[in-house]
């Protein structure tokens, strides 16, 4: 499953092979031979502007036979193109190649040229150990619909076959045992090269003997297997030679690829959870917090953010500066100081000292329906894990008492209380 978290240009075909749309499908039908790729792209000045597949050949030669002569590439290929860049990662790839029923995915680089290929035979050729793979049977993924023929199925019936129902095989069979398979590259082998399909039965064209697997096989043995010999689906038995289904890169690549959305899905659910349980912690700390600050009387707490935008305001606060807390929180702290009557200045000198790292203690006089009223302050910052300054608290006090109380004393200390002198 590792494989799917790494990008497409890690493991895709970089050699691109193509032909101009004007030339002749047979040319390209030569090519795909000579090569044994399953594709070949139609270019116009190294831009895809089409593709022509084995299972293009399939429905050209059902429809009209097995001789291309004469017909033009950009005639039988498929057009747009599906193209991905190099950086995609490739489970992005296999999805989009699920979706719109591919099996082969143009690389483009930044400029949309053509600069290779991907195919579900190159994920086959790079898995590497895989857990899931390891314990996963071939039962579990493999299609248990198979298309079954005799041997001395006509061949012109066969390709019929094939291109209705979008099949990329048929197995021939011989008393309900596998004696062969008939495949696209079978076709592809047949095309193009003047030959008819008339009087041929599948038994002269098809593959054989056939590879098979058992069932309770595992899928990384069979994705070995077909690795090994180079082909892209398998033949599922018992171990009475019974067909029981048919094994496929396409269901290697979907299973792989259901088993990481599943565990992508289960990551997910686990960091909800761990979010959620978070979320309540600090929401629990906030009340708790807000609480505290609420019920701390005596004590005025003003906080901002970095921008000197309030955000918190508690009710003594709004005794000691004599406003409201809806007339503070949101605003800035300039603006709601100056409405306190507290001076400007002195919030200046604050907040420099904070930025040295140290806090700014000041006094201010504010005047009440009893008299001056002496409130202490100190503005200090507040800072993140990394000690960037995040934002502001002011801490108010009202000291009047300990003033009036201290005045007492020093008068005391210094007037005969008798003469008062």
């Known amino acids: 499953m590792a494989v799917l978290k790494r990008r497409i240009d890690e493991i895709c075909s970089r ?29 116009e000045n190294d831009f895809p502007v089409g593709i022509f597949t084995e299972r293009s050949v399939v429905r050209i030669a059902a429809n009209k036979g097995l001789d291309f002569t004469g017909q033009r590439l950009a005639d039988v290929m498929s057009s747009p193109v599906l193209s991905v860049t190099g950086d995609t990662f490739i489970h992005e790839a296999l999805s989009l190649m699920a979706h719109s029923k591919i099996r082969h995915l143009v690389v483009v680089d930044e400029a949309g040229r053509a600069a290779g290929m991907l195919t579900q035979s190159n994920l086959i050729e790079h898995l590497g150990h895989d857990p899931f793979m390891e314990v996963k049977r071939i039962d579990q993924i493999m299609s248990r619909i198979v298309v079954t023929v005799p041997q001395d199925f006509p061949f012109s019936r066969a390709l019929g076959e094939m291109a209705d129902k979008s099949l990329s095989c048929l197995v021939v069979t011989k008393d309900d045992i596998p004696t062969g398979i008939l495949t696209e590259r079978d076709v592809l082998r047949m095309a193009g090269g003047g030959m008819s399909a008339t009087g041929l039965t599948v038994a002269q064209v098809m593959q054989h003997p056939v590879l098979t697997i058992e069932a309770t096989a595992s899928v990384a043995k069979a994705a070995a297997l077909m690795r090994e010999r180079g082909v892209r689906r398998l033949v599922v038995i018992n171990r009475h030679r019974r ?33 959620m349980a978070a979320y309540r912690n600090l929401r629990e700390k906030t009340v708790y917090l807000d609480s505290i600050l609420r019920s701390a009387m005596d004590m005025g707490i003003v906080a901002a953010n970095i921008d000197f935008c309030i955000n918190y305001y508690n009710p003594a606060a709004e005794r000691l500066l004599g406003l409201p807390a809806r007339e503070a929180v949101g605003k800035h702290i300039w603006e709601v100081h100056q409405n306190a009557e507290v001076p400007l200045d002195r919030l200046s000198r604050g907040f420099q000292a904070i930025h040295k790292n140290m806090a700014h203690t000041f006094c201010i006089e504010r005047k009440g329906i009893d008299g001056f009223r002496h409130v202490e302050a100190q503005v200090s910052g507040i800072r993140d894990e990394q000690d960037r300054l995040s934002g502001y608290v002011l801490m108010l006090r009202d000291v009047t008492e300990r003033i009036k109380a201290e005045e007492i004393i020093r008068h005391m200390a210094y007037h005969d209380p008798l003469t008062d002198l």
Do not use: F, H, W
Request: aromatic share 2%; glycine share 4%; proline share 2%.
């Open 15 to 43: 050699e691109v092979v193509g032909i101009a749309p004007g030339e002749l499908a047979s040319s390209a039908i030569e090519i795909m031979r000579a090569r044994n790729i399953s594709s070949i792209l139609a270019l």
């Open 243 to 275: 067909i029981q289904g048919l094994a496929t890169q396409s269901n290697v690549v979907k299973a792989l690829e259901s088993n990481y959305i599943q565990t992508l899905k289960e990551v997910i659910r686990d960091k909800e959870v761990e979010l």
